[in-house]
């Protein structure tokens, strides 16, 4: 009797393993079932698809081109936003000084805007150059000789330098625009440079009809 029952408690103990064997398995399988995710479904949910690796797919699609552009472009803005200042209390004419209030209320937003694409990048944003000599470093800048005889300057004297060099900067940007749509990737850089072209070009007529010209 004694064997007999070992015997029993043995085939017992060995059907209750098996059993708790399946629903093990059935909890760790593949998914595939009702609420089911192993390692694998988990590693897949926390890779590509995570904000993080979002965000980052996102901000790598630029190139070299895209960073260089705004690192000059912010360069240039500020300069031009600089310029624009200083028609608020220097210029004689209504229209000038419109004209000045409306460039930095355009480009004083994208400088923000390029600024934080930089960042984005883990790239840095250049420091501010104002009183340096930036006309050999990128098309239509002023130089410091520039700079200091508008400053000097004002009434009617101050607007048509202000006109002459700000057709000049905006030419500059322009053709800075150009060479961003022609060459960058970053979708974003590549509207704003489509929106200077835009804008700068209707500009540029409108200072020369101030200034005469057309």
């Known amino acids: ?113 390029m600024s934080g694409w930089l960042t984005s990048w883990g790239e840095q944003v250049p420091a501010d150059m104002a009183g340096m000599d930036m006309s050999s470093s990128m098309p239509g800048a002023m130089s410091s000789d520039d700079m200091d005889k508008l400053k000097k300057a004002s009434g009617t004297e101050f607007d048509k330098m202000f006109l002459e060099m700000m057709v000049k900067h905006h030419e500059g940007a322009v053709e800075m625009a150009k060479t961003q749509k022609a060459d960058g990737k970053y979708g974003a850089a590549v509207k704003l440079a489509d929106d200077v072209i835009t804008a700068q070009t209707a500009e540029i007529k409108e200072m020369n009809k101030m200034l005469g010209k057309s």
Do not use: W, Y
Not at 56 to 82: L, T, Y
């Open 1 to 113: 009797m004694t064997a007999h029952r070992r015997l029993i408690r043995r085939t017992a103990l060995a059907v209750t393993a098996g059993a708790a064997a399946l629903v093990l398995a059935a909890c760790g399988g593949s998914g595939s079932g009702s609420g089911g995710h192993d390692m694998g479904d988990m590693g897949s949910m926390t890779s590509d698809s995570s904000p993080s690796a979002t965000a980052s797919a996102k901000a790598g699609a630029h190139n070299a081109q895209d960073v260089s552009f705004a690192k000059e472009m912010i360069q240039h803005h500020r300069q031009a936003v600089d310029m624009a200042e200083l028609a608020t209390s220097r210029a004689s004419a209504q229209e000038v000084k419109d004209l000045a209030t409306k460039i930095k209320a355009v480009q004083d937003p994208e400088i923000k805007t």
